[in-house]
């Protein structure tokens, strides 16, 4: 991981101009790239059909203003060669206004459209960007890299008293493709232009910031720029740096019945008004305490599946969540699994936050991301996937019941610690005529001698709750005895209104499953993307909307996972579920009570339980993530003055408290996006910015051994966020060059 020096800074918005990591593929770099503003019309989306001048009428112009479709196009002639960029727009005119549409996580279609990007079918009401993709229908519609954008009725430091549209995007380490042809066949974003009903007739620009965004003057950052492969494109294209092109969008408006010039147009209108959200409806184990609660389920919205002894299966899970309102951040899980039962994949796709990516640890099962937009969390779409799996179950899988759960959930709500309490309702899988069992026992099953049963929970109730379920909403699922089965199982979540700043989990199996994937997609959180380590089956990711915990859209996936099942697993019953789960509600220490329904897998016959009567199926409570008491310490506030030195008192610890966890990559991450940010300690709400400044610079630290440092001079990056996000998942260390 390296740095760079462009940091790029504005009033809301500040983007901090790097690569997290060199793309695997390295191109040799373009003589030229560029940016040109347009109209734009979804059925013809390329730069090529749309217009940079529009000429309208003031007597068409309705009360509530001209909204004109409009788009920035981003030209590059090499693929896979930018790293990142920044584009920030302005108008001559103080009348004429912007709305933007973020392409990871704003509507943009009052209904889904369908379409198809390298030959995969899906459907998305967001439209499509340059470099978007679609991994599967199940993980869903996703932009390449990070934006951020910021939006204000002026902007001093970028040299304009009328509009601002800042837009900043990373690479962050990963490959991308265009969605087209070319890297214009799609716009870079959407946004409305709107020409409000009293403007004087005229001609009017929708132009570009020109400014250094390094307000000391020191370093010569100017936006528009584009980083890639080494080179840097800019207007002024001098000291080294490589042209950036730049096309401007006219507006013409007449006053009374004038023809307008062959070479003008009308842009097309489009109407992009938010759709209406729909509750799901929730079935299997009703889920109701949980601050956030999760529901793993199949495609049929199953939290149990019946998998034939003997044979194989491969499903594919969504941890669909419900949050209400409920603000999220970040979202930071780890997956568990009954022995036999695999999660072969954890997807980077998140419905529940659109357009977010998922990390993940296969290794560990682990997964998480932010979910912010901005410095704001976000609120999920509920009953939609914040993790989506696959989940296989093996033929030789012993008869029984297994599941597939949370080990760690921690939801979080903001930059604090705090975490929501989260219900869990697992996904269950019966392997051959195992019966399907939510019933509580006072004694652990008594197996046969042939079998290697694992105790399961029974469905729990918490704040926030999780369901494992199949892609049929199955908890339990039946696999024919020696054969293999891969299940897709959700972690669907259930946690009403409240809001949740980020999942942290663990997940766990039975012995002999495996989770073989944890998806980077929670449908629950749309747009966010879950971060994950398959090692030691971990997720999580922050669920904010600038600084708002989002709520969850209750009833789908939080996490997504796939089961396998080996072909030869001895019969019995085996469990999917939380090794750890904490759910985040904000930074004080407090995370919400988990309620979990683990995933089963009934291999082969099923397991007998003698000794045990049951007088009615009951749903009993397990908490995964207990509430934990803040505990208040004598802490020293010292006032640090310009020109202290401090050491580093432990890396990562953004937010001063002890601990390394995804709370500290959204303090990070508010610093970034708002230099004037104050980092307040979670406890004793002193300012601790400066020594989080010093904790925070991981990456090519001014001092490796942690000593003498100047807050002043630490300059932190993504590369800072990305690295610790890494070293919570338990992929990398920190510090590092």
Known sequence: MKKLLSAVTSLVMAATMVAAAVPVAVNAADTTKGFSIKTYDPKNPSAASAKNTITIDKKDIPAGGYVIPSAVYYSEGTVNTTDSLLVSLTTDSKDISFKYYDPGSDAYFDEAQSYNLTGVDFK???????????????????????????????????????????????????????????????????????????????????TYCDYNTDASGVNDNPCPMVEGGGSRYTKAAKNGDKQLKLEEFTIVVKDGDVVTTPTTTTAPVVTTTQPVQTQPVVTDVPITSGDVNFKFADASGNSTVNVESGKAATIEVDVNIEAGTNPISALDVQFKASNGIKISEILDSANAFP???????????????????????????NGKSAFMLTIDVPATLAQGTYTVDFAQCKIFKDNTKFNYEVGVTPYTIVVGDAPISTTTTTKPPVTQPTTTPVVTSAPTVGDVNFKFADANGNSTVEVESGKAASIEVDVNIEAGTNPISALDVQFKTSNGIKISEILDSANAFPGKTVSTNMTELRANYATLKGDTPLTADNGKSAFMITVDVPAGTPDGTY??????????????????????????????????????????????????????????????????????????????????????????????????????????????????????KVNADVVAPQSKDGKGIDPATVKLTAADSEAIAMYILEKGSIPTD
């Not at 001093?156 to 800042?166: E, H, I, Q, R």
């Not at 977010?356 to 999920?380: I, Q, W």
């Not at 020293?636 to 937010?655: I, Y």
Request: aromatic share 10%.
């Open 124 to 206: 998305t009401d967001r439209y499509i960007s340059w470099a978007g993709f679609c991994k599967s229908a199940r993980a869903g519609y996703k932009p390449a890299g990070e934006y951020q954008f910021g939006l204000d009725s002026s902007q001093t430091a970028a040299g304009t008293n009328n509009y601002f549209l800042g837009c900043s995007w990373m690479n962050k380490g990963v490959d991308y493709a265009w969605a087209g042809e070319a890297s214009d066949s799609y716009p870079f974003y959407v946004f409305d232009t709107i020409v409000p009903q009293n403007i004087e007739a005229g001609t009017y620009k929708v």
């Open 355 to 381: 357009g977010k990516t998922v990390s993940t640890n296969m290794a560990e099962l682990r997964a998480n991301y932010a979910t912010l937009k901005g410095d704001t969390p976000l609120t999920a779409d």
């Open 575 to 692: 469990t999917v579920d939380f090794a750890q789960c904490k759910i985040f509600k904000d930074n004080t220490k407090f995370n919400y009570a988990v309620g979990v329904t683990p995933l089963t897998i009934v291999v082969g016959k099923p397991v007998t339980t003698p000794d045990v009567t049951t007088k009615e199926t009951t749903t009993t409570t397990t908490k995964v993530t207990t509430i934990t008491t803040v505990v208040t310490e004598p802490t020293t506030t010292t006032v640090v003055t310009p020109g202290t030195k401090l050491d580093v008192t432990l890396w990562g610890d953004t937010n001063c408290n002890g601990e390394v966890n995804v709370a500290d990559v959204v303090v990070l991450n508010r610093l970034l996006n708002d230099p004037t940010y104050i980092v307040k300690h979670p406890v004793t709400k002193a300012d601790v910015t400066a020594q989080g």
